[in-house]
C-alpha cells in the first residue's frame, strides 16, 4: 500500500513539476554484441508499460546502413524489442490490449511505421509479418544533437503518452492513450 502510493505521490509531484513521469530503468545483461539491454518501465494514467531492448552505439556508422529505410528494422540489437502492458493501449486506430508483445519499426525519410507484433521471444532479426497486431504511422523529427546509443522513452503528455524512439539524428514519435 505505501508503495503504490509513494510512486503515485511521485508521479503526481513530477507532473505538477512540469516534469517528465517516473520512469525506472534497470540493465537486463550487458549484451552479446557488446549493446547493453535495459528494461525501461513507467506509470502512465495508472497503466504500468514497459519495454525492453538492446542499445547499440552509433559507433561512427551511417545511420541508413543501421536502421534501413523502408524495410522492417528489430528497433534495437539482439533479442526482439519487447513492450509489456497491463491495460489496453491506443495508438491512432490500432488498440493493443494488456499483454507482452514485439515492436518493429519501418524507418523512413520523412515517416517511420511502428509494427505491433504477437510473436514474442524470438531474435530481433526474426520478423514475420502475419504475426502483426497491427502497424501506425510515426511522425519524425530531428535530434537537436546526435544520440549516440539507441534510446526508447515515453513522455506523459496532457492527452495521454508519447512514445520516442531517437538514434542518430532520427527521432520518432507516436501519440497514445490508456484504456
Not at 144 to 162: C, F, M
Amino acid at each position: 500500500m505505501r508503495k503504490t502510493f509513494w510512486l503515485t505521490l511521485t508521479t503526481m509531484t513530477l507532473a505538477l513539476a512540469g516534469l517528465p513521469a517516473a520512469q525506472q530503468t534497470t540493465q537486463v545483461h550487458p549484451g552479446k554484441g557488446g549493446s547493453p539491454h535495459v528494461r525501461t518501465a513507467w506509470t502512465i494514467d495508472g497503466a504500468a508499460i514497459s519495454v525492453t531492448y538492446g542499445r547499440p552505439s552509433l559507433r561512427g556508422r551511417p545511420e541508413a546502413q543501421l536502421m534501413p529505410p523502408g524495410q522492417p528494422w528489430r528497433t534495437g540489437a539482439d533479442e526482439a524489442t519487447t513492450l509489456e502492458t497491463d491495460r489496453a493501449l491506443t495508438f491512432g486506430t490500432l488498440t493493443v490490449p494488456a499483454g507482452t508483445y514485439t515492436l518493429f519499426t519501418i524507418p523512413g525519410e520523412a515517416a517511420w511505421t511502428l509494427i505491433v507484433s504477437r510473436q514474442t521471444g524470438q531474435w530481433g532479426t526474426m520478423y514475420d509479418a502475419s504475426q502483426d497486431l497491427g502497424r501506425v504511422p510515426m511522425a519524425l523529427g530531428r535530434t537537436a544533437a546526435p544520440v549516440e546509443q539507441l534510446t526508447i522513452s515515453i513522455d506523459d503528455t496532457a492527452a495521454g503518452a508519447t512514445l520516442r524512439i531517437e538514434w542518430g539524428t532520427a527521432s520518432a514519435t507516436v501519440p497514445f492513450t490508456v484504456g
